[in-house]
């Protein structure tokens, strides 16, 4: 009976973020160790909180503050207390300085015209020693009519982060092959077939692009993980 309702709901359609988390979490793990998320967390552009179970797995953590620009449901959703929910913008972040302990930012700054703002919005609420975690793409990336630039190389983002008082600790690089063909396809299913936001791919086969992309990572990467801490200086 248990077998025949977890078959069933891998065949239900699924949605691009089950790949996405499965292969970028992966590279997140490689960047950073287990006791080095502590303290307050800012979630910081949460979305509908992919990563809400990737922060929760941080006992240290004491609060995770979700911010977006529409208020989150994420406390709603989780059982975990630590969440909170927070309405504002990354270019003027609702916090006083030095807030945070850590901070969370994937796949946010893309999307902001003013991204030195954005980061140095970020620098002002982390206290000084404290961790950003930040994914960004990386040229050439698949189009996303969403964002205001393509995305920044390793040498792009380092400049616009050490500007703004971060140290470079770690990066990685994730999304291969796999994953790019299945972005022009989950793109395709909206505008060529016109499908809305309702998704016709079974959930197998987007789990199953996640594990083969996180493991064999063949080809030219497009997205970047670089974990960098505030100067304390």
């Given at each position: 009976m248990l077998l025949n309702i977890a078959l069933i709901n891998y065949l239900k359609p699924g949605w691009f973020d089950e790949s996405r988390y499965i292969t970028q979490s992966h590279t997140f793990r490689r960047v950073i160790t287990t006791n080095e998320f502590t303290g307050k967390c800012l979630n910081a552009g949460c979305g509908e909180g992919i990563y809400s179970e990737?922060?929760?797995?941080f006992?240290?953590?004491?609060e995770i503050a979700n911010l977006d620009l529409e208020l989150p449901s994420i406390p709603q959703q989780r059982t975990d207390s630590r969440h909170k929910a927070y309405q504002g913008s990354l270019t003027s972040i609702p916090f006083e300085d030095a807030t945070f302990d850590t901070c969370l930012c994937t796949e946010v700054v893309e999307h902001i015209q003013e991204d030195n703002l954005a980061i140095s919005e970020l620098a002002r609420v982390i206290k000084p020693g404290g961790l950003l975690l930040i994914s960004v793409p990386?040229?050439?990336?698949?189009y996303d009519p969403a964002h205001v630039r393509e995305g920044y190389t390793l040498e792009e983002l380092s400049e616009l982060l050490t500007k703004n008082?971060?140290?470079i600790k770690?990066?990685?690089?994730?999304?291969?092959?796999f994953m790019r063909i299945l972005y022009q396809v989950w793109q395709w299913q909206f505008t060529v077939i016109g499908r809305a936001k309702k998704s016709w791919m079974?959930?197998?086969i987007l789990r199953g692009v996640g594990y083969?992309?996180?493991y064999l990572q063949w080809g030219k990467p497009w997205d970047l993980v670089i974990l960098c801490y505030k100067?304390?200086?």
């Open positions: 990737f922060l929760e797995s006992k240290d953590i004491t990386t040229p050439p990336a698949p008082g971060f140290v770690n990066y990685a690089y994730c999304f291969h092959i079974p959930r197998f083969a992309d996180k100067n304390k200086s």
